[in-house]
């Protein structure tokens, strides 16, 4: 029955400390959300399968609880459930009548299994039924364009990613992130470091072992090909999984979709709708070329990098560490998860700087990523293209992301920034 199903979802209502076997470690991001509880608009939460957005419902309803809502009044439905999947919209709010006539805030999870769910939000919000609704789906077109068209200036997004390394360390046990402390332990840093370039920052994944992680990571892959794009949009598992697999395995490399169509066999114009496919789902990032002409923009190739390092290595064709794209890799999906509006940008005789920070209509910021910025003809490749780029756009200072040198040169009258990985992940926000 669907009421014994809701009443598996709501622990709380019979033991409020249960919440504690559901909530794992609270996110950074926790406070921002909690932040917006004020606000009586529809809070989505959107994210990559399996990032943690279940979770940060628990830990926002755990939250609620200690400041005084009463269990009673919080209602919990998943709809990747069957049972409650199959029922009703009418249905599911008779059962929580029936169970709990005093519910004021309601979570809707995975949204996305339930047709018509939108709408249905919609006319709970404007009739003031509850006080609070908050949804999640593990789409981002499920969220962005579904709510964009039909819930118009009733709700706030919220995005949930993969952890950040400030939340992988504190996942391993690390308490303390002041200047000082994180100068004085470089080395364990590192090796950190080098741990989250590999295993990424899946919640599920951590803190288990290597065979338990290519288990978890192939089933995330296998449910966001299968669930997130063959399903939702009546397309071919198959083909989704030839083009990611050469994604991720290309990854930070320039691709075109006739490239992409070459390799897969297939038509440019179904290679364009796979790899819009690949987005929505949340699996892979783009990088567009800058330039002020958007029409040499648009004509341009972009790079493709995956939303978790750990996802990535365990599905794609690797035959080298790769250590560098790993790094590029983490920084891209940093500058994401910080809103930044990032380009590449190259010349046309190859020089290349990985990453161009623009803001408003100046460019701001330019970073390069170099494993090893102590090998000569690296250091000089890179120092090249930097150079050239803050030249072109008038910079004084450019930075160099490297796995652990940490210092600062002139040249050419400009100021060069050398940063470790960890100290700008964890110290340049």
Same mark, same amino acid.
């Given at each position: $029955?669907?009421?014994?199903?809701?009443?598996?979802?709501?622990?709380?209502?019979?033991?409020?400390?249960?919440?504690?076997?559901?909530?794992?470690?609270?996110?950074?991001?926790?406070?921002?959300?909690?932040?917006?509880?004020?606000?009586?608009?529809?809070?989505?939460?959107?994210?990559?399968?399996?990032? &943690?957005?279940?979770?940060?419902? @628990?830990?926002?309803?755990?939250?609620?609880?200690?400041?005084?809502?009463?269990?009673?009044?919080?209602?919990?439905?998943?709809?990747?459930?069957?049972?409650?999947?199959? *029922?009703?919209?009418?249905?599911?709010?008779?059962?929580?009548?029936?169970?709990?006539?005093?519910?004021?805030?309601?979570?809707?999870?995975?949204?996305?299994?339930?047709?018509?769910?939108?709408?249905?939000?919609?006319?709970?919000?404007?009739?003031?039924?509850?006080?609070?609704?908050?949804?999640? &789906?593990?789409?981002?077109?499920?969220?962005?364009?579904?709510?964009?068209?039909?819930?118009?200036?009733?709700?706030?997004?919220?995005?949930?990613?993969?952890?950040?390394?400030?939340? @992988?360390?504190?996942?391993?046990?690390?308490?303390?992130?002041?200047?000082?402390?994180?100068?004085?332990?470089?080395?364990?840093?590192?090796?950190?470091?080098?741990?989250?370039?590999?295993?990424?920052?899946?919640?599920?994944?951590?803190?288990?072992?290597?065979?338990?992680?290519?288990?978890?990571?192939?089933?995330?892959?296998?449910?966001?090909?299968?669930?997130?794009?063959?399903?939702?949009?009546?397309? %071919?598992?198959?083909? *989704?999984?030839?083009?990611?697999?050469?994604?991720?395995?290309?990854?930070?490399?320039?691709?075109?979709?006739?490239?992409?169509?070459?390799?897969? &066999?297939?038509?440019?114009?179904?290679?364009?709708?796979?790899?819009? @496919?690949?987005?929505?789902?949340?699996?892979?990032?783009?990088?567009?070329?800058?330039?002020?002409?958007?029409?040499?923009?648009?004509?341009?190739?972009?790079?493709?990098?995956?939303?978790?390092? &750990?996802?990535?290595?365990?599905?794609?064709?690797?035959?080298?560490?790769?250590?560098?794209?790993?790094?590029?890799? *983490?920084? $891209?999906?940093?500058?994401?998860?910080?809103?930044?509006?990032? @380009?590449?940008?190259?010349?046309?005789?190859?020089?290349?700087?990985?990453?161009?920070?623009?803001?408003?209509?100046?460019?701001?910021?330019?970073?390069?990523?170099?494993?090893?910025?102590?090998?000569?003809?690296?250091?000089?490749?890179?120092?090249?293209?930097?150079?050239?780029?803050?030249?072109?756009?008038?910079?004084?200072?450019?930075?160099?992301?490297?796995?652990? $040198?940490?210092?600062?040169?002139?040249?050419?009258?400009?100021?060069?920034?050398?940063?470790?990985?960890?100290?700008?992940?964890?110290? %340049?926000?």
């Amino acid at each position: $029955m669907i009421d014994d199903s809701i009443r598996q979802w709501n622990p709380w209502w019979a033991d409020a400390e249960s919440l504690k076997q559901l909530c794992g470690i609270n996110r950074a991001s926790l406070k921002s959300l909690l932040g917006l509880i004020t606000l009586r608009h529809i809070k989505d939460i959107t994210g990559v399968r399996r990032a &943690g957005k279940s979770t940060m419902m @628990y830990q926002v309803i755990s939250a609620m609880i200690s400041q005084g809502t009463k269990p009673e009044e919080i209602a919990f439905i998943n709809f990747d459930d069957a049972m409650i999947n199959e *029922a009703g919209f009418d249905e599911t709010l008779n059962s929580l009548d029936k169970i709990s006539p005093d519910i004021k805030f309601l979570f809707l999870d995975e949204v996305q299994e339930k047709h018509g769910w939108e709408r249905w939000a919609r006319t709970l919000y404007d009739t003031h039924r509850y006080k609070q609704i908050f949804v999640s &789906g593990s789409s981002s077109s499920v969220l962005s364009k579904d709510i964009g068209r039909v819930l118009t200036g009733r709700h706030i997004s919220f995005h949930v990613w993969p952890l950040s390394f400030r939340e @992988y360390l504190i996942f391993h046990g690390w308490e303390k992130f002041d200047k000082g402390y994180l100068e004085s332990n470089k080395s364990k840093l590192l090796h950190y470091q080098k741990g989250y370039l590999e295993e990424g920052g899946f919640p599920e994944a951590m803190l288990k072992t290597n065979a338990e992680k290519k288990i978890i990571f192939t089933n995330i892959y296998n449910d966001i090909l299968s669930r997130d794009i063959a399903a939702r949009y009546n397309a %071919s598992y198959e083909i *989704a999984k030839l083009i990611s697999y050469h994604l991720l395995s290309n990854m930070t490399k320039e691709f075109s979709y006739r490239s992409i169509a070459t390799a897969a &066999g297939i038509k440019p114009e179904t290679a364009e709708i796979y790899t819009g @496919y690949l987005k929505e789902s949340l699996m892979v990032l783009t990088l567009e070329f800058f330039s002020f002409k958007t029409k040499l923009q648009f004509k341009q190739n972009k790079k493709a990098y995956c939303i978790d390092s &750990g996802l990535r290595n365990a599905v794609s064709f690797r035959i080298t560490e790769d250590k560098g794209k790993l790094m590029e890799n *983490a920084v $891209m999906v940093e500058l994401a998860r910080r809103d930044r509006d990032a @380009y590449y940008w190259k010349t046309k005789d190859g020089k290349e700087v990985d990453f161009l920070i623009k803001e408003g209509t100046k460019v701001k910021e330019l970073l390069q990523v170099c494993f090893n910025a102590n090998e000569p003809q690296t250091k000089k490749r890179e120092l090249n293209s930097l150079i050239e780029a803050m030249e072109e756009f008038k910079l004084k200072t450019g930075i160099v992301i490297t796995e652990n $040198m940490d210092t600062e040169e002139k040249v050419s009258g400009k100021t060069i920034r050398f940063l470790p990985l960890w100290k700008w992940l964890l110290c %340049s926000q």
